[in-house]
T-cell receptor
């Protein structure tokens, strides 16, 4: 049981390049999330998928797109990377959507640098 | 909109000393609060949740609705407690329909335990 996995672990892009960050979970979770982590800013939600086939914007969605490919996989795409998107990106998943204190499980993160 | 405030970016304590990491929140509904921890070079993981009223690794946190606080405490700090700690509030997503929730994170407090 690998939990939440992310690829790649590190990436360097030039301004204007595109790339897709991959995330997969093997816990049969319904909900998946993408966050970015910046020094002094904590974690901010980029996009969210409550269930397969649905996606929603979070706090900082501009410059990103997502795809919930199936129940396991949730990808994040940068169409035209900008230096402001230099960050550490975390994917997370959780089983339930309803109230009850359910835990989010996090991936190991992708460290992205945009030059 | 909800907000989570962690006033200390960095907290240094000596081994064996008591630790208190502060967390205050702003939320109009009934709060569900969590503490997540990120050890060096590891992924975020849940430390504890207020709904469980549990003690994990000697840490406890009590929800004080009157003071809108959820401070994390430990009576005797250990070196292995050195990590980044995030307080998080679970609330319905503003951008989605009913039944969709998100975590709003504070900016984090780095705890350093001095041997």
């Amino acid at each position: 049981n690998a939990g939440v996995t992310q690829t790649p672990k590190f990436q360097v892009l030039k301004t204007g390049q595109s790339m897709t960050l991959q995330c997969a979970q093997d816990m049969n979770h319904n909900s998946m999330y993408w966050y970015r982590q910046d020094p002094g800013m904590g974690l901010r939600l980029i996009y969210y998928s409550a269930s397969e086939g649905t996606t929603d914007k979070g706090e900082v969605p501009n410059g990103y797109n997502v795809s919930r490919l199936n129940k396991r996989e949730f990808s994040l795409r940068l169409e035209s990377a900008a230096p402001s998107q230099t960050s550490v990106y975390f994917c997370a998943s959780t089983l339930k959507v309803t109230s009850g204190g359910d835990e989010q499980f996090f991936g190991p993160g992708t460290r992205l640098t945009v030059l | 909109a909800q907000r989570v405030t962690q006033p200390e970016k960095l907290l240094s304590v000596f081994k064996g000393a008591p630790v208190e990491l502060k967390c205050n929140y702003s939320y109009s509904g009934s709060p569900e609060l969590f503490w997540y921890v990120q050890y060096s070079r590891q992924r975020l993981q849940l430390l504890l949740r207020h709904i469980s009223r549990e003690s994990i690794k000697g840490f406890t946190a009590d929800l004080n609705k009157g003071e809108t606080s959820f401070h994390l405490k430990k009576p005797f700090a250990q070196e292995e407690d050195s990590a980044m700690y995030y307080c998080a509030l679970r609330a319905p997503l503003a951008y989605s329909g009913a039944g969709s929730y998100q975590l709003t994170f504070g900016k984090g407090t780095k705890l350093s335990v001095i041997p």
